[in-house]
């Protein structure tokens, strides 16, 4: 049996993930157009594209 601290990391890991698979990378790409402007997303798409700033 694992002790109390590890029984908490492992719940807040488990939460972790949980929360994560409930967003996707539309999600994502949404909040950024939203809070920063549809600019960025073209720099951070040739970003990821070309390696390019």
Do not use: F, H, K, Q
């Not at 049996?1 to 929360?19: K, L, Q, T, Y």
């Not at 990378?25 to 949404?30: G, H, R, S």
């Not at 997303?41 to 040739?46: A, E, Q, S």
Request: with cysteine; glycine share 6%; charged share 25%.
């Amino acid at each position: 049996m694992p002790c109390g601290i590890a029984r908490v990391v492992a719940d807040a890991d488990r939460a972790w993930r949980e929360s994560l698979n409930a967003v996707t990378v539309a999600d994502l790409a949404e909040d950024v157009n939203s809070t920063v402007g549809p600019t960025t997303l073209t720099r951070v798409d040739r970003r990821l594209r070309t390696g390019a700033p």
